[in-house]
C-alpha cells in the first residue's frame, strides 16, 4: 500500500488478486488481493521509467491497496519445510568489544519516550485500545535493526510475544561504550520499540529492564536523508523535506523452508525493475547456498540490501511474515518514497502500457511443479521460468481479497500481511481499479496445503482460463534473468 495525504486527508488504494479492486476516497495506500494471484501493482507516477533512472515524482501523496489477484495454479511441488538461514546483523561483543558505561554522561537523555516521540499519546492510545495486538509464545529477544529518524528513532526485534512490555532504550558510541542512561519505552507495535534520537549513537541495545545486561547491539541506520534542517529551520523547528533516495522499492516477504529460492527471486526482481522498482528490500529466514550466491550478488551490485533473521526455528515459518513487514515499514521509511510489500511468487502488473510504478490488482496461476535445484542455461529457463511455463489462472478475486500494498511507510503505523492496520491521522486506504492493475500470483498447491485448503474458494470466484505473462515484457524479462543467471551461475 502507498500511504499519502492530499490536503489533509490520505488517499489509499488497495490492488486485489485477480480481484476487482475499488477507489475508495480520501485514501492513504493501495493494495493488491489474491490466494493464488496474478497481481500487478501501480504506483501512480506518471510516465514508465526505467531500472536505475531517476523518477519525478507526483505532488500527490497516496497510499493504494491492490485486490484484485489471479491464481495461476501449480499442482505438484515440494514441501517447504524449513532449512538453515544466516545469522543477523546485529554485534555481539568480544573480548576486544565488551560493552562499557559511563556514568558521566555529556548529553542527557530523557528517562522515557514520552518525551521525544512525536506521536507518543497516538501510540499509548491505541495500545490501550489493543489495536494489532499480539498473543505469541515468548521467543529469544534479539535485534534486527535501528533507525534514526529526524526525531526519534526505533530498535526492531525477531523476538515474538513481546508485544506491550516494558522496554529499555540503550546507546553507544563506535566504540561500544554506553553514552546515556537507558530511556524506557514498549514494544508497540509488535516487533518495534520506539525510542529517543541520541545524535552520538553508533549502536543500539533493547534490554527488558534499566539496569539489563546487554548481550548484542544493532548499528543504527541513518533514515534522515530526506530531511534538512538549517539552523534557522531548526530553531523554528521546521523542516525542509527532500526527496528521499529511492521512488520506488520493494518489501519482499521473508523467505523461509526448505524450497529452492534462486529462480523465483531472479524473475521477482527482473520483472519489478521492468515496473520501475528501484531497490529491494530482501528478508531472509532460510535459505540454501546456491541461492544465497544470487542473494550476494544483488546485494554486490548495490540493487537489493538483504536482512538476516536468526536461524532458530522457535515460530512456524510463515509467521515470520510479520516479523519481516515490522521491520520493512522502518527500513524503507525516509529511505524509499514508496515500498511494494509482496512475496516471492506474485508478480504485479500494470495495463494500458503503464508500469507498476503507476498501478495494481491479484489473479491466481497455478504452478503444476517444483522449481529446479540448480541453474543449467536456457533449457532450465523453457522448463521452469514461471512466468513463461504456468498459464491456468483464476478469475479476479473480490476487494480486499488476499490484498498486497504499496505503501508511503511514512503514514504507516502497523502493517499486516495483507493491508495495514493501523494509520497515522488523516489517512485511509484506497483501491486500485482492477482496469489498472492486478498480481499475477504463481501459486503452489502443496505449500501450506493450499491446494486443498482455499482452491476451492477460488474457483467458487469463477472458471479458470489460460493466460499469458504480457507478451511486449516476456521477452526482456527473459534476457535479463538469464543474462543474470549466467552472471551468478556459469562464470566458466
Known amino acids: 500500500m502507498i500511504a499519502c495525504k492530499s490536503s489533509n486527508i490520505a488517499r489509499h488504494l488497495l490492488v486485489n488478486s485477480s480481484f476487482e479492486a475499488e477507489l475508495r476516497l480520501p485514501w492513504s495506500c493501495f493494495a493488491f488481493g489474491g490466494v493464488v494471484t496474478v497481481g500487478v501493482l501501480f504506483l501512480l507516477l506518471n510516465n514508465y521509467t526505467p531500472y536505475g533512472q531517476t523518477v519525478k515524482e507526483a505532488d500527490l501523496e497516496t497510499t493504494w491497496r491492490f485486490s484484485s489477484s489471479t491464481t495461476i495454479r501449480r499442482l505438484s511441488s515440494a514441501d517447504t519445510s524449513m532449512s538453515t538461514s544466516s545469522s543477523t546483523t546485529s554485534t555481539t561483543p568480544t573480548a576486544s568489544t565488551a560493552f562499557t558505561t559511563k556514568k558521566a554522561l555529556s548529553e542527557k537523555m530523557p528517562k522515557h519516550v514520552m518525551s521525544c516521540v512525536p506521536f507518543y499519546d497516538f501510540l499509548t492510545d491505541n495500545l490501550k485500545k489493543k489495536i494489532g495486538l499480539r498473543v505469541a509464545p515468548q521467543t529469544n529477544l534479539s535485534l534486527i535493526a535501528a533507525y534514526a529518524y529526524p526525531d526519534y528513532s526505533v530498535v526492531t526485534i525477531e523476538g515474538d510475544g513481546y508485544w506491550g512490555k516494558t522496554a529499555y532504550c540503550r546507546y553507544f558510541d563506535k566504540d561500544w561504550h554506553e553514552i546515556s542512561s537507558p530511556v524506557e519505552s514498549v514494544v508497540y507495535p509488535a516487533f518495534a520499540i520506539h525510542c529517543c534520537r541520541h545524535p552520538r549513537a553508533a549502536y543500539m541495545g533493547i534490554t527488558l529492564t534499566r539496569d539489563g545486561e546487554i548481550d548484542h547491539t544493532v548499528p543504527v541506520l541513518d533514515r534522515t536523508v530526506d530531511v534538512l534542517l538549517s539552523e534557522k529551520q531548526l530553531y523554528a523547528q521546521m523542516t525542509l523535506r527532500t ?212 482452491i476451492h474458494e477460488v474457483e467458487q470466484m469463477g472458471n479458470f482460463t489460460m493466460t499469458d505473462y504480457p507478451t511486449h515484457l516476456m521477452t526482456p524479462l527473459y534476457q535479463n534473468v538469464k543474462k543474470r543467471l549466467d552472471r551468478v551461475y556459469r562464470k566458466s
Open 243 to 454: 526527496d528521499p533516495k529511492y521512488n520506488l522499492s520493494m518489501c519482499l516477504a521473508p523467505m523461509y523452508g526448505d524450497e529452492t529460492k534462486w529462480l523465483l527471486l531472479t524473475e521477482l526482481i527482473e520483472h519489478y525493475k521492468l515496473q520501475g522498482v528501484q531497490h529491494f528490500y530482501l528478508c531472509v529466514k532460510d535459505i540454501d547456498a546456491y541461492s544465497r550466491k544470487l542473494i550476494d550478488n544483488y546485494v554486490k551490485t548495490g540493487e537489493a540490501e538483504a536482512i538476516y533473521f536468526r536461524e532458530e526455528r522457535d515460530r512456524p515459518g510463515k509467521e515470520w511474515q510479520l516479523t519481516g513487514v515490522a521491520n520493512c515499514v522502518q527500513r524503507s521509511r525516509h529511505h524509499s518514497r514508496y515500498a511494494i510489500f509482496s512475496d516471492m511468487d506474485e508478480r504485479i502488473l500494470a495495463f494500458n502500457n503503464k508500469t507498476l510504478a503507476q498501478y495494481v490488482h491479484t489473479r491466481w496461476i497455478l504452478r503444476t511443479h517444483k522449481p529446479p535445484s540448480e541453474y543449467d542455461g536456457e533449457d532450465t529457463l523453457k522448463k521452469h521460468l514461471p512466468t513463461l511455463v504456468f498459464h491456468n489462472t483464476s478469475v479476479v478475486a473480490p476487494n480486499g481479497h488476499t490484498a498486497k500494498c504499496v505503501l508511503d511507510t511514512r503514514r504507516v503505523v502497523i502493517m499486516w500481511v495483507h493491508y495495514p492496520q493501523l494509520l497515522f491521522p488523516g489517512y485511509i486506504e484506497g483501491y486500485a481499479d482492477k482496469e489498472d492493475a492486478h498480481i499475477r500470483h504463481y501459486r503452489d498447491q502443496i505449500d501450506d496445503n493450499w491446494g486443498k485448503t482455499w
